[in-house]
């Protein structure tokens, strides 16, 4: 039907099913292809042979689950999380960690070099008052390092001090002058501030499984915005109005301020030299940026001017803001606690993790797991559902924070996954099939897929790759999520109708174990491994 318009266009008249039956006609004879007919106003349809699908779950059994094959080996940076140093890390911090760890465990799985990059807001004005606050209340900070657990009760302190004593102000001020030059007491304070925030962030990082997130803040290119500055002033990028220095970039509306009147740099300067250091240091060739979609306008104006500078050319580079919406409360509203002030994360997640423990209760899982399999499967649950939920949905759109969905063990769920695999896991266990005797019958138990719901699971299964190369070009993880639960789904069909143990109905004893279909049970385990591993699951042997 595109044909029919490409030609349409060109002042050629064609019917779609007749170019659709010379197509058909014309399939040189492959082992792939068992037949090919045309359906309704121009479908093709594809019918593969059974000897195909035989020998691809054969290869997927034999050597694993393999990455498709997407070309030459990328260096791929991802910026993600990026919370702020002295603020609470927020559910936005949050969807960036989620979504961002899972297309960098996406991109390491089909091969690339991936790094994960922690923007963390550490270099803003506020660190001025924070470090004049902190040398007033622990005058020995240099010696003994200060009590600021409650880092953000320190902050609000400094604030209110900042708005309301003017010599504690200009003070304020005078520190980041004297941070951004590097002076040794202010550095000082200054890291012991960090460390407070990133001791605090770690913790969230661990639970959740994010590893090997470089913390590479804004303060990293503060020796870099100078010379960034420099370079832009000298394309002529730049020009000096009401005192600050902006960058009018074609195309954008609003310019970016790379000098504000006071001298100081901006989180645009920031970003501009991070973009700079990044493609020419680190040398990337992908630059992935897992923000919130309020800051698309920032950072598509950035990568422009890189562009304009001659940094990079965006055909070549992917430079991308792989962006995500808000998350909302159960009430369509900013997601806020009963008292309306900002969740924090911290107590989201033990929220979750009491929540997860009370449906396992419920379903009486204390009773046949012991006190390390009942932990083991309470965190895989309460983390995994935290995160599937927000992977399961379409990250550009606003999503809705709901404990009582995402731990629905019958809906689109990490529990509900995580469940199908425990059984498919068990069904070898239960028939007395060792995982030596599974892998000795690889290859040698010929498969049949004779009955349709083993085919339509079969065919389902080699599927995977071609999800996993279309969420490399969109970064839209729910495709993936969707795909896991319709092979839980197509696995189900298959269970309910086919046998793979065959029990005496009276006494209960195996009977007959069908080899080939265990064969189908251990490949569907391993593709959702596969899935689970992107999305950055867990999963557990017993739940
Ligand atoms: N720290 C920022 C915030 O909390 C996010 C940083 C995103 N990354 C970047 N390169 N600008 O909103």
């Known amino acids: 039907m595109g044909l029919v318009k490409m030609l349409k266009d060109k002042g050629v008249k064609a019917n779609p099913r007749e170019i659709a039956q010379n197509i058909a006609n014309n399939v040189p004879e492959n082992p792939l292809i068992e037949k090919v007919d045309v359906a309704g106003p121009g479908f093709i349809n594809v019918y593969l042979t059974k000897a195909y699908v035989i020998d691809e779950i054969n290869n997927l059994l034999s050597m694993g689950v393999r990455p ?93 001090r900042f708005d309301n004593e003017e010599e504690f102000k200009v003070r304020a001020y005078a520190s980041v002058v004297k941070l951004q030059s590097y002076d040794p007491d202010c550095v000082k304070a200054w890291t012991l501030i960090c460390d407070v925030s990133r001791n605090e962030f770690s913790k969230i990082y661990k639970r959740l499984d994010i590893k090997n997130l470089v913390d590479r803040g804004e303060s990293y290119y503060q020796p870099i915005m ?28 609003v310019p970016l301020t790379i000098v504000k009147s006071d001298g100081g740099f901006t989180y645009d300067t920031s970003d501009m ?51 995500f919406g808000v998350v909302l409360g159960e009430d369509k509203k900013k997601f806020k606690t009963r008292s309306g002030d900002t969740v924090r994360l911290v107590e989201l997640l033990d929220e979750g993790i009491r929540r997860s423990e009370a449906r396992l209760r419920e379903e009486g899982r204390d009773k046949v797991l012991n006190e390390e399999e009942f932990n083991a499967a309470k965190e895989a649950v309460a983390y995994g559902c935290i995160k599937y939920a927000d992977l399961s949905h379409n ?11 995402m731990l629905d063990s019958k809906g689109n769920t990490a529990v509900y996954l995580q469940y199908a695999y425990m059984r498919i896991q068990s ?31 079969a065919k389902c299964l080699l599927r995977f790759p071609d999800i996993v190369l279309r969420n490399m070009d969109d970064f839209l993880m729910h495709i993936l999520c969707e795909y896991l639960y319709e092979l839980c789904g197509c696995f189900t069909e298959f269970w309910d109708a086919c046998y793979v143990v065959e029990k005496d109905k009276t006494t209960g004893n195996v009977v007959k174990v069908n080899m080939d279909r265990l064969l189908l049970c251990t490949a569907t385990a391993r593709i959702m491994e596969a899935g689970f591993r992107i999305l950055g699951i867990r999963t557990v042997a017993k739940m």
Request: hydrophobic fraction near 40%; glycine fraction near 6%; proline fraction near 4%.
């Open 226 to 253: 100078p010379k960034v500055v420099e370079i832009l002033d000298k394309l002529g990028l730049t020009k000096v109005e009401d005192g600050r220095k902006i960058c009018w970039v074609p195309g954008h509306s």
């Open 273 to 323: 030299a991070a973009l700079h250091q990044r493609l020419f240091e680190e040398k990337a060739d992908w630059l992935l940026y897992v923000v919130d979609l309020g800051q698309n306008v920032h950072l598509e104006t950035c990568y422009d001017a890189a562009a304009a500078a001659g940094w990079c050319d965006r055909k070549t580079t992917r430079i991308e803001h792989v962006g």
């Open 395 to 405: 990250r550009v759109h606003d999503y809705v924070f709901s404990f009582d969905k």
């Open 68 to 160: 498709p094959h997407v070309g030459a080996r990328k260096r791929v940076l991802v910026d993600m999380s990026s919370p702020n140093i002295a603020k609470e890390m927020h559910v936005g911090h949050l969807r960036s960690t989620i979504i961002g760890d899972a297309i960098c465990r996406l991109c390491e799985f089909v091969g690339h070099d991936v790094l994960r990059l922690n923007h963390l807001g550490d270099w803003g004005t506020q660190f001025g008052m924070l470090i004049a606050h902190l040398q007033d209340k622990f005058p020995n900070y240099l010696s003994v390092s200060p009590p600021i657990q409650d880092l953000m009760a320190f902050y609000r302190e400094s604030k209110q």
């Open 427 to 457: 069904i070898a266990r239960a028939a007395n099939v060792k995982p030596e005797d599974i892998e000795a019958a690889i290859g040698k138990v010929q498969l049949s897929l004779d009955h349709p719901k083993e085919w339509k699971l």
